[in-house]
C-alpha cells in the first residue's frame, strides 16, 4: 500500500509507522496511508525561517508576483492527473474546478497584484505625515516581510484551493510556509506539491507539506510566526490556545465553519427573475461539492407568506440533481469525502430534527447513478422546516456539515437581519432582491454579523460568482463563530504577513531608507533635464526647478474658449461679492497645463515614451492674474516592468512631485505624475 510523503527540510519522506488510512470516497477503496511520525518539528520550522525566509525576503515584490505567475502556468501543464485524484474524494468535474482551477487563479490574481506593490522587498504603507513646523521632522510607515514562517492547517473540503489560495498570499508578502492539510483529502495536496517542488520555481525552504498529524508543531512557533487555520470553530480555539502562541503571541487568523445565510426580500414573488435566481442559488450550494463548504448556504430565510411556494419549488429544484459516481457525466453531486465525516453529518442532523422537520430527502436511503451506497459515503440531500426560528437556538447553533439546509419564516425585515444575526458570526450572507431599500437595510443591519454580503438580483445574477465563492481579492472570513480573522482580500491580506514599523526622521533620510523621494528633501541637481535621462539613470530626487511663467487675464480667457469650461469664477465680469475669490482666477487645469508646458522637455526624441496618468492632484491656492508659477520637479519613484514579449521596448514607470509653486514660494498645486521612460 502506498504511503503518502511529507516534503520537509528539502526532501521527501515517509513518516514512521502505519499511519492513518485514507480511502476513496466514492468506492470505499484504500489509496494510501498518512504518517508524520518520527518529523521532527521543530527542525522543519527552522528550515523555513533560516533557508526560505531569506530567500524570498531578498526578491522584490515583482520577483515575488512573476515566481506565482510562472508556477500557476506551470500547474495548468498538470490538470489531468489532479482531477483524477480529485473524482476519489467525491467531487464531481464541476466541483473540482473550483477546487483545482480555482486555487491556480489565486496565484494568477496575486501575480498581477505585483503591480500595486514596489520593485522592492518592502512598502511604504499609507501617506507620509510631517511632525515639525520646519519640515525637517516627519513620520511614515513600513511594511517588512515577517522573519518566521506562515503555518497553514487546512480542511478537507478544498484540499487544492485551500493550499494555494493561502500561499498565494504569504510568498507574496515575502514569507515561507508550511502547510498541513486535512490527513483525510492530503493525497490531493501532496500531487499538487510534488508538481510544484519538481518545477523548481521556489527556492529552497519556501514550501514544506505535512501529511498527517500536526503532531507538536505549533509549540514551537515564535512570535515572527503566523498561523491559519481552516475547521470547525472548536478545534480552531482548542488551536489558538496553544501556550507558545500565547506565550509568543502569535498571530493566528481563524477560519470557521458557520451558519451562512440567505434571505429573500419581501419584494421577489414568483414569477421574477430574483425568484428563480433565489431557488438556483440554494439548491447550488446545498449540492456542490456535497455541501461541504464553509461558505454554503445552512439557514434560509423568506416571508412568511411565501414559505410553501418556496418549499415546493426547493424541493423540485433538489429533485433534478443526479447523485452518484463523479466520473459519470450525468451526476451533478457526489458524495461526502469519507464515511466518518457522513457518519457526523447524520449527528448534527438528529441534533436539528428534535425541533425542525425533514420537507426533503432521507437520512437513510440515496438514489444513485453508476454508484453502491454501501460503499461510498453518499447521502441524499436534506432539506428541513422551522416554523419558530426565534424560539429554536439549534438551528442557530448547530452545523451539519453536509447537503443540509433549514428554511424558516420571517415577518419584516427587522426579523430578518435579527435572525441573520443569531448565528454570531458568520462567513457570508446573500439577499435576492430586486429593491434598492431592501439591500441597503439588510446590509447596513446585518453587515457587522457577516465577513461578506451578496447583493443578488437580476443585473449581476449572470455574473456573480455566487453566495459560496470567496475571492482573491476580497476579504475572506468572518465575526464571532466565523473566526474573527481575515483572509486573502488582495493588499490587505499580504499586510497580514508584515510587520508594520512606524519610522521618525528627516525627509532625507525617510527618502534614503524607502527608496520614495519625501516632501522636504534635498533634490539633487544633475544639471541634465530628468527627461533626457534613461530609467536606469535617474536617481530617486533627481529634481528640476523651472524658469518663471506669468498668468495673464488673455490666458485665463484663451483656456476657457479652448476647454469650454466657463465657470463663472473664470470670468472677469463675475460679481466675486460672497464668493470664495477675489476676482477673476485660473482653471486649475490650466495650471496643471501650463506647469507641463515648464517641465516637459519637447524638443527632441528623448527616453520619454508617454505621460502615463496624473495621481493625487490637488489644487491649494487660488491663482489671478498677474501671478507668477514656476515648477519643482522631483523624480519620487521608480516602477521598472517586465518585458511581455521579446520585442517590447525595455521600460519603467517613473513617478514624479509636481509642486506648483507662486512668486511668494508657495505651492498652489501639487500631484503626482508618472511617465513611461525607455530602459536601456
Known amino acids: 500500500m502506498a504511503k503518502l510523503e511529507n516534503f520537509i527540510l528539502g526532501k521527501w519522506i515517509a513518516g514512521d509507522g502505519d499511519g492513518q488510512l485514507l480511502y476513496d470516497a466514492v468506492s470505499g477503496e484504500t489509496i494510501a496511508s498518512a504518517s508524520t511520525k518520527g518529523i521532527d518539528f521543530a527542525a522543519v520550522l527552522r528550515y523555513a525561517r533560516e533557508k526560505g525566509n531569506p530567500a524570498l525576503r531578498k526578491m522584490t515584490f515583482h520577483e515575488r508576483g512573476l515566481m506565482l505567475r510562472a508556477l500557476a502556468i506551470y500547474l495548468r501543464e498538470h490538470l489531468d492527473g489532479f482531477y483524477q485524484l480529485s473524482y476519489r474524494s467525491g467531487a ?214 411565501k414559505l410553501e411556494d418556496v418549499q415546493i419549488a426547493l424541493g423540485k429544484a433538489l429533485a433534478q440533481t443526479t447523485i452518484g459516481n463523479p466520473l459519470n457525466e450525468k451526476v451533478r453531486m457526489g458524495s461526502l469525502a469519507g464515511q466518518s465525516q457522513r457518519e457526523e453529518v447524520k449527528a448534527q442532523v438528529q441534533k436539528l430534527l428534535a425541533s425542525s422537520q425533514l420537507i426533503y430527502g432521507s437520512l437513510d436511503s440515496v438514489e444513485l447513478i453508476d454508484a453502491d451506497a454501501t460503499r461510498g459515503a453518499f447521502m441524499s440531500p436534506l432539506l428541513l422546516l422551522n416554523q419558530h426560528p426565534f424560539n429554536s437556538p439549534a438551528v442557530h447553533e448547530v452545523e451539519a456539515f453536509g447537503p443540509v439546509s433549514t428554511l424558516m419564516p420571517y415577518h419584516n425585515l427587522e426579523e430578518a437581519i435579527a435572525l441573520a444575526k443569531m448565528g454570531k458570526g458568520s462567513l457570508v450572507s446573500s439577499v435576492v432582491t430586486a429593491s434598492p431599500a431592501i439591500a441597503k437595510q439588510y446590509v447596513l443591519g446585518a453587515g457587522t454579523y457577516h465577513g461578506r454580503i451578496l447583493v443578488l438580483n437580476e443585473a449581476c445574477a449572470r455574473e456573480s460568482t455566487g453566495h459560496g465563492s470567496p475571492l482573491p481579492l476580497l476579504v475572506h472570513g468572518g465575526p464571532g463563530r466565523a473566526g474573527g480573522g481575515e483572509e486573502m482580500g488582495g493588499m490587505r491580506g499580504v499586510k497580514h504577513y508584515m510587520q508594520r514599523l512606524a519610522i521618525q526622521g528627516s525627509p532625507d533620510m525617510i527618502t534614503a531608507i524607502s527608496n520614495v523621494y519625501q516632501p522636504g528633501a534635498k533634490g539633487i541637481q544633475t544639471g541634465k533635464h530628468p527627461f533626457h535621462q534613461y530609467f536606469d539613470e535617474l536617481q530617486i530626487g533627481e529634481q528640476l526647478l523651472t524658469e518663471k511663467r506669468l498668468i495673464t487675464t488673455e490666458d485665463i480667457d484663451r483656456f476657457a474658449e479652448l476647454s469650454g469650461d466657463h465657470f463663472y469664477a473664470h470670468k472677469t465680469a463675475t460679481d466675486f461679492n460672497g464668493t470664495m475669490f477675489e476676482r477673476q482666477v485660473a482653471h486649475g487645469y490650466f495650471i496643471m497645463s501650463a506647469a507641463a508646458g515648464l517641465f516637459v522637455s519637447s524638443f527632441e526624441k528623448n527616453p520619454v515614451l508617454l505621460n502615463y496618468g496624473i495621481d493625487e492632484l490637488r489644487f491649494t491656492k487660488p491663482v489671478y492674474p498677474g501671478a507668477e508659477i514656476q515648477v519643482r520637479f522631483t523624480c519620487k519613484e521608480k516602477i521598472r516592468q517586465e518585458q511581455k514579449e521579446p520585442t517590447d521596448i525595455p521600460k519603467g514607470i517613473v513617478k514624479w512631485l509636481v509642486e506648483i509653486l507662486d512668486e511668494t514660494g508657495e505651492i498652489t498645486g501639487i500631484g503626482t505624475i508618472l511617465t513611461m521612460v525607455e530602459r536601456r
Open 92 to 305: 464531481t468535474r464541476a466541483d473540482s474546478w473550483v477546487d483545482i482551477e480555482g486555487g491556480i487563479g489565486n496565484l494568477f490574481s496575486y501575480a498581477s497584484l505585483r503591480r500595486k506593490f514596489p520593485d522592492e522587498s518592502f512598502c511604504l504603507d499609507g501617506e507620509n505625515h510631517p511632525l515639525g513646523k520646519q519640515n525637517t521632522f516627519m513620520g511614515h510607515h513600513l511594511l517588512l516581510p515577517k522573519e518566521g514562517v506562515a503555518i497553514h492547517i487546512n480542511a478537507f473540503n478544498f484540499p487544492v484551493w485551500g493550499m494555494l489560495e493561502k500561499i498565494a498570499v504569504n510568498l507574496l508578502a515575502g514569507v515561507p510556509a508550511v502547510v498541513k492539510p486535512a490527513t483525510v483529502t492530503s493525497y490531493l495536496t501532496e500531487a499538487v506539491v510534488k508538481k510544484i517542488i519538481a518545477s523548481g520555481i521556489l527556492p529552497d525552504g519556501a514550501l514544506q507539506l505535512i501529511c498527517g498529524s500536526a503532531g507538536d508543531l505549533l509549540q514551537h512557533v515564535t512570535e515572527q510566526d503566523v498561523v491559519t487555520f481552516t475547521g470547525s470553530a472548536s478545534t480552531g480555539l482548542l488551536l489558538k490556545s496553544s501556550p507558545a502562541i500565547l506565550a509568543n503571541n502569535t498571530p493566528f487568523t481563524m477560519e470557521a465553519d458557520s451558519l451562512n445565510c440567505i434571505v429573500l426580500g419581501e419584494d421577489v414573488v414568483p414569477g421574477m427573475p430574483e425568484w428563480d435566481i433565489f431557488i438556483k442559488e440554494v439548491r447550488k450550494e446545498m449540492t456542490t461539492k456535497c455541501g461541504q463548504k464553509c461558505t454554503a448556504i445552512r439557514r434560509i430565510f423568506v416571508p412568511d407568506n
